[in-house]
């Protein structure tokens, strides 16, 4: 840790531009929950269940569906007298999940705030869908991607989006720290 009399590294950003790893945490989560919530409204409202709207011809629509399963549509379709069970197992994965990544976050350095974008923007998303599952008991799903003319990937929406935008984001760190590490062993045994 640096004080008022240590320069700061060339190119480094002046220390009162530097959020810390919790605000940038706090602010990925905010955006991503605020925006995945304000998105699946605005089809509840705009849209009739199924109904449909060609954004762009051949590869993307708004469709308002709902999916009581997880992603792929997990568990959606279960005897009737099973029913009980999708409700207490999304509820208590998600509880989990929250646990996991706040838990997560608080080893974080403090400056590794990168990981906090990547973790806020997951827990906003696990956390939007979670509030779908207790709210409405299922997901709200509305856009559609057509990958070819014969198949269109699952209905997703806002917060399955920034889930996996954060696992690839923490994914993405962990190779390149990775490679950073091998680079600076290699450099050494050189040396």
């Known amino acids: 840790m640096s004080d008022a009399s240590t320069p700061a590294p060339a190119g480094a950003a002046p220390a009162a531009l530097v959020a810390p790893k919790w605000k940038v945490f706090l602010a990925a989560f905010a ?3 605020a925006a995945d919530q304000a998105t699946k409204q605005a089809v509840i409202e705009r849209f009739a269940y199924g109904e449909r709207l060609r954004l762009v011809d051949g590869l993307l629509d708004l469709t308002h569906v709902r999916n009581p399963g997880g992603a792929f549509s997990f568990l959606a ?3 009737p007298d099973l029913e009980w069970v999708r409700p207490l197992f999304f509820v208590g994965m998600a509880g989990l999940a929250i646990a996991l990544l706040l838990g997560f976050f608080a080893r974080l350095p403090a400056e590794a705030r990168f990981s906090a974008l ?3 923007s997951v827990l906003g998303g696990a956390l939007g869908n979670l509030l779908d599952r207790l709210r409405h008991g299922e997901v709200v799903d509305f856009i559609d991607v057509h990958l070819t003319a014969d198949y269109t990937w699952p209905t ?6 920034a889930i996996v935008v954060g696992v690839v984001l923490l994914l993405l760190e962990t190779f390149l720290e990775g490679r950073a590490r091998g ?3 290699t450099s050494d045994a050189v040396d």
């Open 118 to 120: 990547a973790l806020g």
């Open 31 to 33: 955006v991503v929950l």
């Open 156 to 161: 997703f929406n806002v917060a399955d989006s």
């Open 77 to 79: 379709q279960l005897p």
């Open 183 to 185: 680079d600076e062993g």
